[in-house]
């Protein structure tokens, strides 16, 4: 939303622009402190900032990128607490304000290592951050951003879907800019017509996205196909440059327009909790690409990122830095010498 810009940036310029803008939800992660355990039956709790793409934001900025989110949070203790966390970890807010009558989002989940983590949504009536509005945006420096990230929750109704349109229709025009990423982001219960009158918003938000981001289930919902292979082709077709499509156990699968498909297994880990997993990779992704890493090292190093989060326990608090990635490889390359697989 717009509001004046913090001292010395510019959104003109890429000097002042920001390295990673991300756009959608936000709310409070309520996590069990006890793993295996109904909720039902829980007694204690943790409160984490949340929602996918302030996690990817998080993430970059974990990286040493400097970011931003897009989105709205109710007017009330939870919106207040979700600000704070923002700027306690380097993102900038500027635009996350607030919705009077709406409560910030709550996200209670359930974990079952190594692959059952049932996910509870408070969203009602509707959320604030479906409340961005395309005539709130600043589009100056949403241009200006080296990277912008938005998601198909985003899509999923009005008055977001608009925005989120706008906001990728504003980086349609070339400029030098690195990317504009799609993440899929197929949430089911956000959207009331299902997966047929979702594809054609997907279709339309493709177009404008340089990158598209998602996981088999997801690509399906916005191609119409399953085969991995034939989703990565299916999304090139639909108009990004990349497209990376992430299969769970048998890894990553990235196609770039240029030719370049590289396929890379998975980090072998002890899960704890997988759900921030996919936002670590997203941060990753975003750091790789403004780095101006070949398509194999960038995902090489999501996929790492991914991994170590899905070892801990929570999600935004849980991203890797620079320095814990490059311990992580160490790890791995120390394992191979010994002749110990590491995927």
């Not at 989002?105 to 959320?127: G, H, K, S, W």
């Not at 997801?218 to 196909?225: K, R």
């Not at 997203?282 to 090292?297: I, K, N, P, Q, T």
């Amino acid at each position: 939303m717009t509001t004046p810009p913090a001292d010395g940036f510019d959104a003109g310029t890429l000097d002042g622009a920001f390295d990673v803008v991300t756009m959608g939800r936000i709310g409070v992660d309520v996590y069990p402190l006890q793993t295996g355990v109904s909720l039902a039956d829980v007694e204690t709790f943790g409160k984490f900032l949340g929602g996918s793409p302030t996690n990817v934001a998080v993430a970059a900025s974990r990286l040493g990128r400097r970011t931003a989110v897009v989105s709205r949070t109710g007017q009330d203790p939870f919106g207040e607490y979700c600000r704070r966390a923002l700027t306690d970890f380097g993102v900038d807010d500027r635009w996350v304000t607030p919705v009077p009558g709406l409560p910030t989002p709550v996200t209670f989940c359930e974990i079952f290592p190594p692959d059952d983590f049932p996910l509870y949504f408070y969203r009602q009536p509707t959320a604030p951050d479906l409340q961005i509005r395309a005539a709130e945006l600043d589009l100056t420096a949403l241009r200006a951003a080296r990277v912008l990230w938005v998601t198909g929750t985003g899509l999923c109704e009005e008055p977001s879907r608009e925005a989120t349109l706008a906001a990728l229709a504003a980086r349609a025009a070339p400029r030098d800019t690195v990317a504009t990423v799609l993440d899929l982001d197929w949430r089911p219960m956000f959207w009331s017509d299902g997966p047929r009158a979702a594809r054609p918003v997907y279709r339309a938000a493709l177009e404008h996205a340089t990158v598209a981001v998602g996981n088999l289930e997801e690509c399906e919902v916005a191609t119409g196909v399953r085969d991995p292979a034939a989703c990565a082709d299916a999304l090139l077709d639909g108009g990004v440059e990349l497209a990376v499509v992430k299969l769970g156990p048998d890894g990553v699968l990235a196609a770039h327009r240029d030719g370049t498909r590289v396929r890379v297994p998975p980090r072998p880990v002890d899960v704890l909790n997988g759900l921030g997993a996919g936002d670590a990779f997203g941060g990753s992704l975003c750091h790789g690409l403004l780095a101006g890493w070949d398509v194999e090292r960038t995902v090489h190093r999501a996929n790492a990122a991914g991994a170590l989060v899905a070892s801990r326990l929570a999600c935004s608090t849980a991203m890797p830095t620079t320095g814990e990635l490059d311990d992580f490889f160490g790890a791995a390359q120390t394992a191979r010498s010994a002749g110990t697989p590491t995927g």
